[in-house]
T-cell receptor
Framework: DVKVTQSSRYLVKRTGEKVFLECVQDMDHENMFWYRQDPGLGLRLIYFSYDVKMKEKGDIPEGYSVSREKKERFSLILESASTNQTSMYLC?????????????FGEGSWLTVV | GNSVTQMEGPVTLSEEAFLTINCTYTATGYPSLFWYVQYPGEGLQLLLKATKADDKGSNKGFEATYRKETTSFHLEKGSVQVSDSAVYFCALSPSDDYKLSFGAGTTVTVRA
């Protein structure tokens, strides 16, 4: 069964802290994604990686960075957390082959910055 | 650029009612279209998809038809159940890319 696992479901961090959100997939997928979900805005792409050590900015990369040292793992980093980064973060993965490929999502990480 | 517009919610229905959620898109070329569902406290799951014009995606009693002439991909279910209460997202993937662009989501609540 397909599995995308986000290590932390709920986090509370202080303003200015460095925050790491970890994601692991077990499907040997090349593509991995980080989205942010906010009410009324849907999902917005933060960063995308199509291979190990490769990354591409999405629609809202400001204030975030990512790391992909191994194929199965994709980390989202908030260098200095701010209250406007309080949100639900969703990791996803897909295979690049074929048209209309399904993207598989993790269960999400709820981050509150106080 | 690519964008998806779906009807605003929330939508509240009684069990066995008919559900329609409208979705229209803007994209160049021939995108693939998706409906994802998010049950309370969970991540997103693929509900159905269509990759070319006039294709119909279907799953769990839900259907949506890819209409290129109206740039639409409306979601329908003939008889909803309480267990269908969720947030539904319409999304597209451009023909030359792997990334998804999402609509804002529509919250559906079905009452017994």
């Amino acid at each position: 069964d397909v599995k995308v696992t986000q290590s932390s479901r709920y986090l509370v961090k202080r303003t200015g802290e460095k925050v790491f959100l970890e994601c692991v997939q077990d499907m040997d997928h090349e593509n991995m994604f980080w989205y942010r979900q906010d009410p009324g805005l849907g999902l917005r792409l933060i960063y995308f990686s199509y291979d190990v050590k490769m990354k591409e900015k999405g629609d809202i990369p400001e204030g975030y960075s990512v790391s992909r040292e191994k194929k199965e793992r994709f980390s989202l980093i908030l260098e200095s957390a701010s209250t406007n980064q309080t949100s639900m973060y969703l990791c996803a993965s897909s295979s690049p082959s074929g048209r209309g490929n399904t993207i598989y999502f993790g269960e999400g990480s709820w981050l509150t910055v106080v | 650029g690519n964008s998806v517009t779906q009807m605003e919610g929330p939508v509240t229905l009684s069990e066995e009612a008919f559900l329609t959620i409208n979705c229209t898109y803007t994209a160049t070329g021939y995108p693939s279209l998706f409906w994802y569902v998010q049950y309370p406290g969970e991540g997103l799951q693929l509900l159905l998809k269509a990759t070319k014009a006039d294709d119909k995606g279907s799953n769990k009693g839900f259907e949506a038809t890819y209409r290129k002439e109206t740039t639409s991909f409306h979601l329908e279910k003939g008889s909803v159940q309480v267990s269908d209460s969720a947030v539904y997202f319409c999304a597209l993937s451009p023909s030359d890319d792997y990334k998804l662009s999402f609509g804002a989501g529509t919250t559906v609540t079905v009452r017994a």
